[in-house]
């Protein structure tokens, strides 16, 4: 055997022992890395990485969540994570690269309060720059203000503030319904077309299922609208194979929209109390026998068929009038907190629920978020510290 293999084998024996004689508390370090480079999305300086270490030695007092909490205490989890997070949800692209706006100021500023998330399809909530920050303030007709917080890369940690949605866009409270009536959303899905598309993307975004995943044509028709043809193409198998298994239950709940409608004109969100937008009469003659809306009352159908599964809340009614009560059936069911628990995973882990662990863990950060008063922060800590591993 000539030297340089016997060098060569000499120095990877001194690195494996090097490896394994180093203490337990160096994988420690690098999970506390690894837990703050995702929550934050940058590196931790070095006394709070000794912080984080400190934490999930278990020899030390402490535990891995408040690691967590400490790496979310970075401005950059305000900034960069939570504006990234929210920000797919805001268009019909999904896309993260928009401008900052309500919506994504909202959901940053409720999970950095821990608000009741369950009520981000309902309050009467937005959130803000305090005054003066920038010289925009914030208007129902634009986004200046959150363009200029952004632009100005303001630390939304510490400038954002809590307000009633319903003094900014001049609604009644009652009229508001979270993010559902936030600028951003009205201007994606409240534009043009039938409403159609807010509930759409509510339940994409916010129950993690699209249309074709709830689809029930065992459901009563009777609250299809009239736009909707029975016979298209001139093949009626096309309705009821097809279109009569998503309009079931949709069209019966996006009735709860009915006065809202977003004003390209003006660039802000209308509401017409007591008169239904003539956008629901759109191509009535499509089929004259079908629903004509009469007003905001809208009814769950799923509640009594095959998606009953999505676990809405039995306390609840299961009707009503307006998004405000829609938004609180729609938030208050299983499927809008698992939903959220799969969101986060999916940031922190940096991959979907892939196996029974993963399921199951899924399972019981929702439990816990669910029985705990919708605190998102807890669902962030939750999912870093099973994932920190990883």
């Given amino acids: 055997m000539n030297n340089t293999v016997c060098k060569t084998r000499a120095i990877i024996t001194a690195m494996l022992v090097a490896v ?43 535990n891995a969540e408040s690691a967590a909490v400490i790496a979310m205490d970075n401005v950059n989890f305000y900034n960069v994570t939570l504006k ?13 690269f928009v401008p900052l706006n309500d919506y994504i100021a909202t959901v940053i500023g ?19 720059g305090r005054p003066g920050i920038v010289v925009a303030a914030p208007s129902a007709n634009n986004n200046l203000h959150y363009e200029q917080l952004e632009a100005g890369n303001i630390n939304l940690r510490d400038e954002l503030e809590f307000t009633q949605q319903s003094l900014i866009n001049g609604l009644p409270t009652s009229a508001t319904a979270g993010i ?23 339940m994409i975004n916010h129950l993690c299922n699209d249309m074709q995943q709830v689809q ?10 009239q736009d909707v043809s029975r016979s298209p193409g001139g093949d009626s198998r096309l309705y009821l194979n097809n279109c009569i298994g998503c309009h079931t239950g949709m069209d019966p709940m996006t009735q709860a929209f009915a006065y809202y409608d977003y004003d390209e004109a003006s660039g802000a969100l209308q509401y017409t109390a007591g008169n239904v937008q ?5 191509n009535d003659q499509n089929f004259p ?42 938030g208050n069911s299983q499927a809008f907190a698992a939903c ?33 008063g919708y605190h998102m922060k807890q669902v962030f800590a939750d999912t870093a510290v099973y994932c920190m591993g990883t």
Wanted: net charge positive; with cysteine.
């Fill in 289 to 330: 026998q079908g629903f004509r809306t009469p007003d905001d009352s809208w009814d769950n159908y799923w509640r009594r068929g095959q998606n009953r599964y999505l676990g809405f809340d039995p306390l609840l009614a299961g009707s009503g009038r307006g998004a405000k009560s829609l938004g609180q059936e729609l």
């Fill in 84 to 96: 990234n997070f929210a920000a797919p949800w805001t268009n019909r692209d999904r896309s993260v």
């Fill in 20 to 62: 394994f004689a180093m203490p337990a508390n160096a994988g420690y370090r690098e999970q506390a890395k690894r837990m703050h480079d995702r929550i934050a999305g940058v590196p931790p300086s070095a006394a709070v990485l000794q912080q984080m270490e400190d934490a999930i030695n278990p020899a030390l007092p402490g």
């Fill in 180 to 202: 559902i009536t936030s600028r951003a959303a009205s201007q994606a899905f409240f534009v043009a077309g039938t409403n159609r598309a807010m509930f759409r993307f509510t």
């Fill in 216 to 225: 029930d044509p065992a459901l009563p028709p009777d609250r299809i609208r």
């Fill in 110 to 128: 409720m999970v950095r309060d821990d608000r009741p998330f369950n009520t981000l399809l309902s309050a009467d909530i937005t959130y803000v």
């Fill in 278 to 282: 003539p956008k629901y009469f759109n």
């Fill in 340 to 372: 959220q628990v799969k969101k986060v995973f999916q940031t922190i882990c940096l991959r979907s629920p892939e196996d029974s662990a993963d399921r199951a863990k899924v399972d019981a950060i929702t439990a816990t978020f669910r029985g705990t």
